[in-house]
């Protein structure tokens, strides 16, 4: 195993020896200590800041896989029942055109975790072969590329809380390895299951939450099962692997906690709070709401979509251009004298100066609200006028 993982295990060992270089560099003490613990941190980054490509991949596909699932259950109650072959192929083929359809496919959540394990394994063996490193006995190789002997003495003294970086549960008796075996097992376990509650209980729409669902299902068994599989490995691994393995999901959490904050899926109980607080900011600065301007902007899509065409402006009624100024709005049919609302009107029915589409609907909606409060004054006015005749007639 270790000549096939040789090429990654000389990587790791140079990207660790490198990032310890540079913390001793920037003050943190040479030698055996916290700096070989924090270069196996800075592994961790430089690992996930390579595979941010397949992140970004990877939440496309899980919203591809949200968004479709209301069609996929309509394919699969299409088919349910149905265990001839035949039907079996349709519904294989129709269900590919879907995943295709929506640019997604069920294994794209799994490529991170895929391309990280290679790296988890050349770190593994490079922790487990430190004594033969250090002691120059190590299947002819007198070091791991740019990792000697001499630092491999100490990465191998190098601890956490009292725990060498190199021992684990199975292979020490000590009540320090141990113990920090056993919370990071926890912590562990506690990072993966709030992970995959994100995306489950957070970024998921009502529709897709149903135990039908059989992404649901798979989601719901995984929440079971990491943690008894960390349960299970996590005691023949040593403590650096560990580390590793509990900062790659503290990191897993955050990542993703930032992009279901900024990018939900569409229905989810995510983009019901994105909207709640983006409609709040919007209304301490006086703008329209969200659900205002789309509806907004989908009224003047449909009517350009319409066909619809501004009316021609007879001669008569047109503003005579004063001398001296420039082709401008006065030339379209435009007074520049007129109140903003009336250039506004012409503008949004014509877009004769060139006015973007989310100006049109902000100055349409504009105009409205100013005509409800106008009505509305016009309402009160004439209430009162009726409460004074109705008095003026009892007094007769």
């Known amino acids: 195993m270790d000549t096939i993982l040789w090429p990654l295990m000389v990587a790791v060992a140079w990207v660790m020896v490198n ?25 961790t980054i430089f690992v996930r800041l390579l595979i941010m490509p397949l992140f970004v991949k990877q939440i496309r596909a899980s919203r591809g896989m949200q968004l479709m699932q209301p069609e996929l259950q309509a394919l699969q109650n299409k088919y349910k029942g149905k265990k001839d072959p035949a ?37 593994f063996r490079v922790l487990a072969n430190l004594q033969a490193v250090a002691t120059g006995g190590y299947a002819g190789h007198d070091s791991i590329g740019p990792l000697t002997a001499a630092l491999a003495e100490q990465v191998q003294a190098s601890t956490v809380f009292g725990a060498p970086l190199s021992a684990s549960f199975m292979n020490s008796s000590a009540v320090s390895v141990k113990a920090v075996t056993v919370v990071m097992i926890i912590l562990m376990s506690v990072t993966q299951w709030y992970t995959m509650a994100q995306l489950s209980m957070k970024n998921m729409p009502e529709s897709a939450k149903s135990s039908d669902n059989p992404a649901m299902r798979s989601q719901r068994m995984m929440m079971t099962i990491m943690p008894i599989f960390f349960a299970f490995t996590g005691v023949q691994f040593q403590i650096g692997v560990l580390v590793y393995w509990v900062t790659t999901n503290l990191w897993t959490m955050g990542q993703q906690f930032f992009t279901i904050r900024k990018m939900p899926a569409p229905g989810s109980e995510a983009e019901k709070k994105m909207r709640a607080r983006e409609n709040a900011r919007r209304a ?9 301007e789309e509806r907004a902007k989908a009224e003047a899509e449909g009517k350009l979509k319409s066909g619809q065409r501004a009316q021609p402006v007879r001669k008569d009624r047109q503003k005579k251009k004063p001398q001296g100024s420039q082709a401008g709005p006065v030339a379209a049919g435009i007074d520049k004298t007129a109140p903003e609302d009336a250039a506004a009107e012409v503008n949004e029915e014509t877009n004769v100066v060139g006015l973007t589409q989310e100006e049109i609907a902000r100055r349409r909606y504009e105009r409205r609200a100013r005509a409800r409060k106008q009505a509305a004054a016009k309402r009160k006015g004439q209430g009162s006028k009726n409460t004074k005749s109705s008095k003026k007639g009892k007094r007769r």
């Not at 990032?19 to 941190?41: N, T």
């Not at 301490?284 to 205002?292: I, N, Q, T, V, Y």
């Open 19 to 43: 990032i310890h270089r540079f913390l001793v560099f920037i003050g943190l003490p040479d030698g055996p200590g916290v700096a070989w613990v924090i270069s196996i941190v800075g592994l």
């Open 87 to 123: 039907s079996q192929q349709r519904q294989q083929e129709e269900m590919m055109a879907l995943y295709r359809k929506h640019g997604t496919n069920p294994f794209s959540s799994c490529l991170p975790i895929l391309v990280q394990m290679p790296v988890f394994f050349a770190l």
């Open 284 to 292: 301490r600065k006086g703008l329209p709401s969200l659900e205002e």
